[in-house]
């Protein structure tokens, strides 16, 4: 049984200032020391966070770009960064070269860890032009992804990627790019907790890659890594700790969360529990439940991450390729059958909402510890070609009318491996060790 409400949702925040005047040689009366006891004491237990919210800026550095800083943020250098990047090179905008002689990073065949939904090649994509393709930033280079560095840097540590399949396509990307420096005895995949949990271990390295599935990043009625497919969809608020339990200790974490939230302009927040016989429900504007949702990221982040040891990632949105219309193509098109590139720099499809880029510059822009935010959305909408289309596993049979129409059936979200999801490494690569 529910109750429905809906109210609207409004997220506020307040801020106070105080001065203390000059204090006298005199006697203090007893409610003046009290005061001051108090002010000293607030002081001491919240210094670090008040001085973190106004050091702290977001600067945007391009249309639609989105760069955390650290601001003034007392640290040498962040973890793991061997050096630094052309401040003046935005390295999420440039071009798609032709790189025939470097691409692809790794071949399909060699990488057993591939989930069979993705390896395009096994299940008869005809062409390999879309693993040809290299991202050039504009006005400089992404440095080489270097595989030992990466992992002599995870030595004894944890990286996990936290969200949803598209997260979980990066991960396995991540695998691909490290796995062929690990003997074959020294490394295993293990999946945990019903499936939620998958850990690649390199045993020489006591390292672990893994991911996490949480596409709503908080506690929702698609938890399940299996059997998720629900359309009235339920997030419920403030449970980021119910994931976020499993989070704690790691070294590297990697989130993303958009996807799932793009079921129409309203969404449903449950106030209390899954448990609770009479559900409160509220409905609200999808951009409001979304900036929810980094509100609680980024406080678990700031109470349970060690900026000094560890760094958090946030990869933008994965735009798909669902309106052929969009770049000019025949009406009722998809992604099927497409190989070339959008050549239009300024394009941007209508399946990316730049209302939850705005949601998470704002929220970013008062975060309190540095994240590296991953702004793949522009430089992947070029790559209408690199989806899996009708070239992959499918998960029950085709119909006669299916079959006859294979626009119906393809996907157009995810992406083929090896493909544009190893440029998102090679991003990462570089945010993580040239900030």
């Not at 299940?123 to 080489?144: A, E, I, T």
């Not at 490394?187 to 996490?212: G, I, P, Q, W």
């Not at 959008?342 to 994240?371: A, L, T």
């Amino acid at each position: 049984m529910q109750k429905m409400k809906s109210p609207p949702f409004s997220a506020s925040s307040s801020s106070s200032s105080s001065s203390l005047s000059v204090l006298r040689k005199a006697r203090l009366s007893p409610y003046l020391f009290t005061l001051l006891a108090f002010i000293l004491f607030v002081a001491v237990l919240y210094g670090e966070d008040l001085m973190c919210i106004f050091s702290q800026q977001l600067e945007p550095a391009a249309a639609n770009q989105f760069v955390v800083k650290p601001g003034k943020i007392k640290m040498k250098k962040l973890p793991f960064s061997i050096g630094k990047s052309d401040p003046e090179c935005d390295i999420f905008t440039g071009r798609w070269v032709w790189d025939e002689s470097n691409r692809p990073l790794y071949e399909e065949s060699e990488c057993p860890y591939i989930q069979p939904q993705l390896t395009c090649q096994k299940h008869g994509r005809p062409d390999k032009d879309y693993q040809k393709w290299r991202w050039q930033p504009d006005g400089c280079d992404l440095p080489s992804f270097n595989a030992t560095l990466m992992l002599e840097t995870l030595r004894g540590k944890r990286m996990m990627f936290v969200g949803d399949s598209l997260n979980r396509g990066q991960y396995v990307s991540m695998i691909c790019l490290l796995h062929s420096l690990i003997p074959e005895g020294a490394k295993s995949m293990e999946t945990f907790d019903s499936d939620s949990r998958t850990v690649f271990t390199a045993k020489d390295y006591n390292a672990t890659l893994e991911f996490y599935w949480a596409p709503f990043l908080l506690e929702s009625n698609s938890d399940n890594a299996v059997n998720h497919r629900i359309s009235d969809r339920l997030v419920r608020k403030g449970s980021m700790n119910y994931h976020g339990k499993h989070w704690k200790g790691v070294d590297v974490l990697v989130f993303n969360t958009y996807l799932w939230w793009m079921t129409g302009l309203k969404f449903k927040i449950l106030q209390g529990s899954f448990e609770d016989e009479v559900k409160d429900i509220v409905e609200v504007p999808t951009a409001e439940a979304y900036r929810m949702a980094m509100k609680s990221m980024l406080r678990w982040v700031r109470r349970n991450m060690d900026r000094n040891k560890t760094r958090v990632f946030f990869t933008g949105m994965s735009p798909s390729h669902g309106k052929s219309i969009d770049w000019g193509g025949e009406p009722n098109g998809n992604c099927y059958n497409q190989t070339s590139l959008i050549e239009d720099r300024n394009y941007w499809g209508s399946d990316s909402r730049k209302n939850i880029m705005e949601v998470i510059g704002e929220e970013f822009r008062k975060s309190k510890v540095p994240i590296s935010f991953l702004n793949i959305t522009q430089l992947s909408s070029y790559r209408k070609d690199a989806h899996t289309s009708i070239y992959k596993k499918q998960w029950s049979p085709l119909t006669p009318e299916q079959l006859a129409n294979p626009v119906s059936y393809a996907d157009c979200v995810h992406w083929c491996l090896p493909g544009l999801q190893d440029t998102w490494n090679e991003l990462l690569f570089a945010k993580m060790f040239y900030p």
